[in-house]
């Protein structure tokens, strides 16, 4: 059977779902069409362009400036504060409208996936007609673009869905490698860092080509064992199996791929207080407690660590639950900037056997469990903006990762 791998990656996807969750709150403005930018807290240091619209583009405005930068190029620039509990919800959407035709699908990051498409070949037709076809459902039901590579391998089909933006299909066959790709700066090799791409200059590899026609024996003294890895990746070979993200029934998680690396405890914190507060809230909903939390974190070399902890107490009090987290966390980091943060319940149960301590009222705890449950109940009927926790709306972080 054929190889034939679709890389799926949403144009521009936070201004894109920042955009739409304003149209759906009143707003008349499509801030796609304007000049927007998603931002850091303007008055801190990590004020920062986390996403543009074509529009700033145009202008020359660039993600990961200053927003000072930015407004120096565009004085009617106008900043959004980013929303990552948004963003989940827009990306769990993504995501469940793909596993409608198969469930060999690898989610890469919160708005990318690689889908296995040989084995469904038979059910859906050509490739790239059903390509199209897929990124026009995706448009006419969620209301955002995406653009869609079609490869043999992990690898190409990242490289094309990158060609062009945004709202195209591209293909990357291994026969179109040599004319495709083999012109591309060697910097736009996936897989290809800040780093490596100086070592290569400086031995001359200016292409992808170059590389693919290199000698292993003249790149192992800088690139040490990777050097025939770096020179298979450059021809267009990638072995790699599209892997499923299965799902545990036994367990509850949620994690967030972050547009920025992050360097900042309290920051972190923030982001895994709100991850505990949604992965709480679907414990209540399947009325379980979780006896064990663990947090996961990808570092910014893609290594990742994770601590768990076994509860005295299950419970599915999200306070209880974030505290844990928090030590877990500080446990977990190793103060590497960090890109994706998680958490996961395990050990479900139907019953709470509690056994309350010397220090602990028994009317404090009914009255979080109340408290919990009435929030979800107003969250359910009016909408996640209609009531939020105080340390939530008044933490000084908030303004740059949630907006609600």
């Known amino acids: 059977m054929e190889r034939i791998i679709f890389h799926i990656d949403v144009n521009n996807a936070f201004l894109s779902w920042s955009a739409i969750d304003l149209l759906n709150h009143g707003s008349k403005l499509d801030i796609r069409d304007s000049y927007a930018v998603i931002g850091g807290d303007e008055k801190s ?4 362009v986390l996403a543009k619209s074509m529009p700033a583009k145009k202008r020359g405005v660039k993600t990961g400036e200053s927003l000072y930068q930015a407004r120096k190029k565009v004085p009617a620039l106008k900043m959004y504060p980013p929303n990552y509990l948004w963003y989940q919800k827009m990306s769990k959407s993504l995501f469940e409208l793909l596993s409608k035709y198969t469930d060999d699908i690898e989610v890469a990051s919160i708005d990318e996936c690689y889908l296995d498409y040989g084995k469904v070949k038979k059910l859906y037709g050509d490739e790239i007609e059903f390509a199209y076809r897929l990124k026009e459902e995706v448009y ?25 933006k945004p709202n195209k299909v591209h293909t990357l066959y291994q026969y179109e490698v040599e004319k495709k790709m083999y012109p591309l700066p060697i910097g736009d090799l996936f897989g290809v860092g800040r780093r490596t791409c100086e070592k290569l200059l400086k031995l001359g ?6 590389l693919a026609h290199a000698d292993p024996k003249r790149l192992n003294p800088y690139l040490k064992n990777q050097s025939i890895d770096f020179i298979r990746r450059a021809q267009g ?11 545990d029934p036994k367990g509850i998680s949620n994690s967030i791929t972050l547009p920025r690396d992050l360097n900042d405890l309290e920051e972190m914190n923030f982001i895994i207080h709100g991850i505990v507060e949604n992965v709480t809230r679907s414990l209540r909903k399947q009325k379980k407690y979780a006896s064990v939390v663990a947090v996961m974190i990808k570092d910014k070399f893609f290594k990742s660590y ?7 107490n299950a419970t599915d009090l999200s306070e209880e639950i974030y505290q844990v987290a928090k030590e877990l966390l500080k446990e977990c980091w190793n103060h590497e900037p ?3 943060l998680g ?23 009914e009255r979080d469990t109340k408290l919990e449950h009435l929030i979800d109940a107003i969250q359910d009927k009016y909408g996640d903006r209609a009531i939020k926790k105080a340390t939530l709306i008044d933490h000084p972080v908030k303004k740059k990762y949630l907006n609600h």
């Open 338 to 340: 960090v890109r994706l």
């Open 343 to 365: 958490v996961r319940l395990d050990q479900l149960t139907e019953e709470n056997h509690h056994q309350v301590s010397l220090f602990e009222s028994v009317n404090n705890r």
């Open 205 to 210: 590899i200016h292409t992808i080509g170059d």
């Open 237 to 247: 070979y990638d072995d790699s199996p599209v892997v499923k993200n299965e799902g």
């Open 45 to 48: 240091r990590h004020g920062i």
């Open 306 to 312: 994770s601590h768990q902890r076994k509860l005295k």
């Open 140 to 164: 006419n039901t969620l209301g955002f673009t995406v653009n869609i590579g079609i490869a043999n391998n992990k690898l190409c089909a990242k490289m094309a869905s990158d060609f062009s």
